[in-house]
């Protein structure tokens, strides 16, 4: 009979010791300050910080070409005539419309409806 009393109480304190734990890590980690949350968070905040390491990218770009309009008057002609065409004196601009676009498979159409003669005689 005492062997059995030792492994009872044995029993009694684990199962004891988890009533009293299971709630403490059910609290840590599904409460608000959890650990699923934080995990979120932690998400949250590498998606933040890859934006602004791409805004401030974008930023630096903005900056060069600022400078650049400011300093270089080539780049300010290059601007002036792409993005608002506009010309020096005497320059004429001559538009096409709807001209066909030359490619390769356009250059090796076979005759005659798609047809290879090599095989007629």
Request: proline residues 4%.
């Amino acid at each position: 009979m005492a062997k059995k009393r030792p492994k009872k109480r044995f029993i009694s304190i684990i199962l004891l010791l988890f009533c009293m734990l299971a709630p403490l890590v059910a609290w840590l980690g599904f409460s608000k300050r959890g650990f699923i949350n934080l995990y979120k968070m932690d998400l949250e905040r590498q998606k933040y910080i890859d934006r602004i390491q791409a805004l401030r990218k974008e930023n630096q770009e903005i900056m060069d070409e600022i400078r650049r309009l400011k300093e270089d008057p080539s780049y300010v002609e290059r601007v002036a005539r792409e993005e608002l065409g506009l010309i020096k004196d005497n320059e004429v601009i001559f538009r096409f419309r709807n001209l066909p676009q030359v490619t390769e498979n356009t250059e090796k159409k076979p005759q005659e409806g798609g047809r290879n003669n090599a095989g007629k005689q």
